[in-house]
T-cell receptor
Framework: GNSVTQMEGPVTLSEEAFLTINCTYT??????LFWYVQYPGEGLQLLLKATKADDKGSNKGFEATYRKETTSFHLEKGSVQVSDSAVYFC???????????FGKGTMLLVSP | EAQVTQNPRYLITVTGKKLTVTCSQN?????MSWYRQDPGLGLRQIYY???????DKGDVPEGYKVSRKEKRNFPLILESPSPNQTSLYFC???????????FGQGTRLTVV
């Protein structure tokens, strides 16, 4: 089946630090990969996506590269801000399956 | 503005009292789904619908019902709520089952 594994949080960083949140997956077929962000009290929003191997998704200073050889889609940002504090979800979808598969989420806390 | 609207945002009810959480989208999406979010368990899909009058069970359908009589609406029905259905619920829609999902703001349900 399909599954997504994310690093457990919370991840606690100081402002301007470098961020990596690890995500690995197993999939039957060729998945599309997504990162969603959930700010406090809100629903999930798409942060970035990649639909094929070696694609790099990017948005708001965040990046993630679809690595087929390591089945990974790690999220990175060079300099985090307090406003980046949120829960981040890695997810995948595979053609022929009827659902997005989510990881359990990683909470990021950024202090001034 | 493209959006998914859920109501109510907060609901406290008693065991056994039927309730409905409404969900509406204005993007003409064919695919809609319901998730529940619980600490340590991430997002789990309850039901999904690939089009009008087409619905199917997700990972945790017990105790829930849905209907899809119109393309834009996908209500979640709890016929006899129980305390273990206390959770944060999200409705989502997408063009199809493999494209990025748009989420509502969430409904926090407490069953006492």
């Amino acid at each position: 089946g399909n599954s997504v594994t994310q690093m457990e949080g919370p991840v606690t960083l100081s402002e301007e630090a470098f961020l990596t949140i690890n995500c690995t997956y197993t999939a039957t077929g060729y998945p599309s990969l997504f990162w969603y962000v959930q700010y406090p009290g809100e629903g999930l929003q798409l942060l970035l996506k990649a639909t094929k191997a070696d694609d790099k998704g990017s948005n708001k200073g965040f990046e993630a590269t679809y690595r087929k050889e390591t089945t990974s889609f790690h999220l990175e940002k060079g300099s985090v801000q307090v406003s980046d504090s949120a829960v981040y979800f890695c997810a995948l979808s595979v053609r022929g399956y009827s659902t997005l598969t989510f990881g359990k989420g990683t909470m990021l806390l950024v202090s001034p | 503005e493209a959006q998914v609207t859920q109501n109510p945002r907060y609901l406290i009810t008693v065991t056994g009292k039927k309730l409905t959480v409404t969900c509406s989208q204005n993007m003409n999406h064919e695919y809609m789904s319901w998730y529940r979010q619980d600490p340590g368990l991430g997002l789990r899909q309850i039901y999904y619908s690939m089009n009008v009058e087409v619905t199917d069970k997700g990972d945790v359908p017990e105790g829930y019902k849905v209907s899809r009589k119109e393309k834009r609406n996908f209500p979640l029905i709890l016929e006899s709520p129980s305390p273990n259905q206390t959770s944060l619920y999200f409705c989502a829609s997408s063009f199809d089952r493999n494209t990025e999902a748009f989420f509502g703001q969430g409904t926090r349900l407490t069953v006492v």
